[in-house]
């Protein structure tokens, strides 16, 4: 039987078979997937995928999973969208916001990840599975975990947003708080795994995990017409989606289901938690801990254990990582949910603002074709918006107290521009059809 | 003086399955090499062909990293706890 896939040591290159494990025991280097690429060139094809479902399960012959493997949680699939409104404002031309905001089922790109990880906790037997979290993982892992009938283990930084407490609490998972920061959940995480035969999604599962985020990057091409873009931009937390989506461009450009062409990847972090953009910066690929302060407390990992690959992907590339202020992410919130009708979570917004400062130090040039990374929605983080729009005084129902209301407030509206109407007709192109 | 050092599974193989040493290591270097004279067998995993303790293994005393609190130069105190966790697992996107 060909095997489609085996976990691989990403220092020494020791196999590992298929197991829930994450460290290599002879150089402590993390595992990684890697697939028999001469196997998927027959399964893996533009027409298989278009035959797949509507979902990122449409990609399985490059996913961690068993052939016989019957997909229960479908995910991904979300819209790529062209930005002319947000472009105009930031110097951009040729501009897509891939907006995961809107994934399935929980509203951020972890949906991807935990459709994987969960099924390799039911293939390796887990009936129980666990995660470490800054919020948008624990919703996906509580959701999925549920429809599977798993039980679950969540630990979070006690700090985190009520709301993504909420959406963790709702589907019956157990929360762990923990009084400390995200690394000190994920150091308590990895001697929770070592101690309990549990799925940690994050841990023992994470080499299965990481590879649901190339979904992202087949997402990308598939509706691009198959090609890649110039630009890829891109939020950075522990720094493995960046890396996974040039894993799944890579791969695209193996198997001959795009043409080969230089992609430059571009790292964003809240400057309160930016290790790895200090990295690329100080072009290094050695990543100095921070002790994060930031309010994209999704970002926020101040010892990132992808942060060396990350850096060392965006310089190979020809990229850049910037990191931006607290003000500036709230107000690239802003910006996007007016402009394009996207509301994002502190990520989305920490994304926007480093692709506006792109533009504006000239590190992608406006005709490039860029696509920008939301990766999370913004009713899951409303607190930064706390005290930014005032509650207006009602009115009575009458028609004297509405026009009233309108001369007080009339200023200029948006306007459907002619070019801007032509534009987004064409982005509908970009929909899988 | 002595620290309390809990080891991972990862290490179990080198360690003869131990878990936990005492150990009476004044600071970070000293402790590397007491482990490394109770487990020959780890040396060679610990460090990287330059000779230096492999980056992606963190040193944690009393919760807090290391790196935080002087790295190598940090004095252990008596009691401390030092956790060993190689190649740090979580990261969202």
Known sequence: MTIAYELRCRGCGKSYGIQPLSICDECFSPLEVAFDLEYARTRFTRESISNGPLNMWRYRALLPVADSYAPQTPAGMTPLVKAPRLGAHIGARNLYLKNDAVCMPTLSFKDRVVAVALANAQAFGFTTVGCSSTGNLANAVAAQAARLGLKTFILVPSDLEPAKILNTQVYGATLVRVAGNYDHVNRLSSQIADRYNWGFVNVNLRPYYAEGSKTVGFEIAE???WRLPDNLVCPMAGGSLITKIRKAFSELVALGLVEDKPVRFFGAQATGCSPISTAVKNDTDVIEPQRPNTIARSLAIGNPADGAYASRAIRASGGWAEDVSDVEIVSAIQELAETEGIFAETAGGVTTAVTARLYAHGRIHPDELTVSCITGNGLKTTDCLSGAYERSEPIRPRMADFEAFMEEHTTESAEASPEFSQVLALAGESYVR | ???????????????????????????????????????????QHLRGEDGQIRRFINFYVNEEDIRFLGNEKYSFQEGDEVLVIPSIAGGCC
Do not use: C, W, Y
């Open chain 1, 223 to 225: 509706q691009l017409g």
């Open chain 2, 1 to 43: 003086m002595s620290v309390r050092v809990l080891l991972p599974n990862a290490f179990q193989k080198h360690t003869n399955n131990t878990r936990e040493i005492a150990s009476t290591a004044a600071n970070l270097p000293e402790l590397v090499t007491d482990m490394e004279g109770r487990f020959p067998a780890l040396r």
